[in-house]
Every structure is written in C-alpha cells, then in structure tokens.
C-alpha cells in the first residue's frame, strides 16, 4: 500500500495523542471515514474504547508530519502543552461517543435498560443546560460525520422530541419516555444510517428490507437488554406508523402519542441534517413540510414552537443589510438574538457582535437564501466558551 492511502492503527500513535489536548490528526473509522476532525479532542476512556472498537486509524502521512514536527520542536525547546479546560460542547461530543456505546452493546446484557435510563436523565440535563446549544448543534451539522450519523440524529431527534412533549405540557414520565425512544429507535441500524448518509445511490432492496424491520428488531433489542417498559417498547416499534395506516411495519391506523411525536422529530431533523450527495433542506421548508404532513396538528405546532421559525444555528438577512446566525430563540422582551458575520457588502463584521432583532434595524427579512460562501460557524464563536 502506497504512503499515500497508507493508514495506521490508532493504539499504534497513541503517543502522539494527550488526553484533553487537540488531536494534531483527524481520526478516521475503518472504512475511511472520519469520526473526529483534527483540533478536536478524545476527552475520556470511554471515548477512546469506542474508537478502538470502529477500528479508528490515521493517515500514515498526517501522523508522520505530526512526528517529524514535534521532534524538530523538542530538540530545540520545551514542548509546550495544549491542554485546555473541558468545556459544555465536550459534554455534547462525550454524550456522542457514550450513546456509541450503549447502542452498539445492546442486547448483550440483560442489566442494560438502567444505563440506558441513566444515559437518558444526563441528557435531559444537558438539554436543560443549554437548549440554544442544543438546537445549534441540531442546525449546525457542518463536520460531515457521516460515519456518526446514526447518533447525532438520536441526539437532535431528541432534543427536538424532549422541548416539544414539554411545550404539549406532557407529563415528566412522558417526556422522558419520549427521550428514551428518540435514543434509542434506531438501535437496530447504526451502521446501515452511516452507509446511506454517504451512499450516492437510494437504498437497496435489502437496505429497504432493514428499514422496514428496524422498529421490531430495535425493540427486541431493548427486551434484551432488559427493558420492560411498555410505552417505551410501543413507541420504539410504532415511530415509523402514521394515523391512517401509510405507516410501516404494521400499518397501524392510531400509532401511540410517543411514537408519533418522535416520528416527528425523527423525519424533521432527516430533512434538515446534509448527506454526501444533498444540502440539508432548510429549517424553514422542513417546518411547512411537517406541519402539512401532520395537518397542522399540536404535534406538529409544538415541535415548530420548540424550534423556532429562526432556529439556533439558522443563516439570516436583517434589514440593515448582514448576515448573522441565529444565537437564541425569541424571549420576553426580546426578539431573536443573532450573531452578525457580514455587512451588506459582504465584508466580516468586526468582533461577531450581537444583534437583538425586535429593533427594527436588526429586524430578521428573511432566512438566507444563499448560503454556499458563509463560512463554517463553531458553537464557541457564537456563545463562547461555556463550563460544562
């Protein structure tokens, strides 16, 4: 094998990797595609285990550049460390890679079901930390780690699931059932949600036949991991039924209240989350979608209202001409707050500022239409760096 594709085994430059510090490579899974970009960072045990488990390896030309440069530095002067403070997106990447590993071990272990609760109560928590962030994260899905795209849509569709069911004055039991289900419905096809997200044709007739069957093979998953909650079950093997019948795989006419609030939350961030072949669709026409799919519903109303017309991480124009991003939903007394990234000549605007748009010339005109030249926005320019 050429140095050119020429690719190493994880363990093989663990000595190139400090815990807490930015990787100096991006790290790809076994089949080539990447899991984390260089700068990000392996933050626990736990992340690293899941990573060794995907097969996770470097480009053999990245790490010997990284080799030959840290030599060259420590002959010459103290080798400085990068380390930094864990900060709340740390948070929001460990919950990644733990969901990793829950979903990847279920069915082995009859005891699961309380890991899977308690993964699902932190998550919550997070949400509550923080549901801007949570809804930018959602937004902004600009990494293009397909090879995690099964449990980045788990967390969005949760989050979109958890802020609506509370919207709906659902009961905590409910809401957190909810939350369970978006975690969890789609057990059964983790690595088939990978494929698809970066395969340039549409699903095969065997792919087609995995879809179908998930919501059962999912559920059993979770009885053998030792979870006995009923509702919990029922949404997990009804979030593809829609009232009526169209459904699937039961054709179910009247599918249960959970099921059909994840499902919801499950086809509205599908259409707003980017695929190798296809932009994401915009928030904006993905809400007019749901809304007509559901009839205008309270479902439907809900997760709208939860998300918000201008969601974080949302690309819009203001009346004085810029380009901003959507920072946070309206509150009382204050409209959508935005971060402006460009004039009306299309110049950066200095220092990010703030911009709150119930001043009428910060008024929100529209959502930006054009998006191919804005640049890659991380959570940190918009909210800083916020503890954990």
């Not at 949760?158 to 709906?168: D, E």
């Not at 975690?183 to 997200?197: K, Y």
Request: hydrophobic residues 45%.
């Amino acid at each position: 094998m050429s140095d050119e594709v020429r690719r190493l085994p994880l363990p093989e430059v663990s000595d190139l990797i400090v815990p807490g510090e930015p990787l100096p490579f991006k790290v790809l899974d076994s089949q080539g595609r990447m899991l984390l970009a260089a700068g990000q960072v392996i933050a626990h045990g736990r992340q690293l285990e899941a990573l060794l488990e995907r097969g996770a390896c470097v480009e053999y030309l990245e790490a010997e550049a990284v080799r030959r440069a840290r030599a060259g530095a420590a002959a010459g002067s103290e080798v400085v460390s990068n380390r930094r403070e864990r900060n709340l997106f740390d948070r929001w990447e460990e919950s990644l890679w733990t969901l990793e590993t829950l979903l990847r071990s279920l069915g082995r272990d009859p005891a699961q079901a309380t890991a899977i609760e308690a993964y699902a109560d932190d998550f919550i928590s997070l949400v509550d930390r923080e549901p801007d962030v949570a809804l930018f994260l959602c937004m902004r899905q600009d990494d293009r780690r397909f090879a995690l795209y099964a449990l980045a849509h788990a967390l969005h569709s949760a989050t979109a699931a958890l802020l609506s069911a509370r919207l709906m004055g659902w009961p905590p039991a409910q809401v957190r059932c909810a939350v369970l289900t978006a975690l969890t419905m789609n057990a059964a096809i983790v690595e088939l949600q990978a494929r698809m997200a970066e395969q340039p044709d549409p699903p095969s007739k065997k792919q087609l036949g995995e879809i179908r069957a998930h919501p059962q093979r999912s559920a059993q998953l979770l009885r053998d991991s030792g979870v006995t909650d009923a509702i919990w079950l029922q949404a997990v093997e009804e979030h593809h039924e829609q009232p009526g019948g169209s459904g699937y795989p039961q054709g179910l006419k009247a599918p249960g209240e959970v099921a059909r609030l994840v499902r919801a939350a499950d086809v509205f961030m599908a259409k707003i989350s980017p695929r190798a072949l296809r932009a994401p669709m915009p928030p904006q026409l993905a809400a007019r979608q749901l809304f007509q799919e559901e009839s205008g519903g309270p479902i439907a109303a809900a997760l709208i209202r939860a998300v918000g017309v201008y969601p974080p991480g949302d690309f819009v124009r203001l009346r004085n001409g810029e380009a901003a991003i959507v920072a946070r939903r309206a509150a009382a007394g204050a409209g959508v707050v935005v971060v402006a990234l460009f004039d009306a000549k299309g110049r950066p605007v200095p220092g990010a500022p703030k911009r709150d748009t119930a001043q009428p010339e910060f008024a929100i005109t529209s959502a930006l239409a054009e998006r191919a030249g804005l640049p890659r926005v991380l959570p940190e320019q918009v909210y800083g760096v916020l503890a954990p």
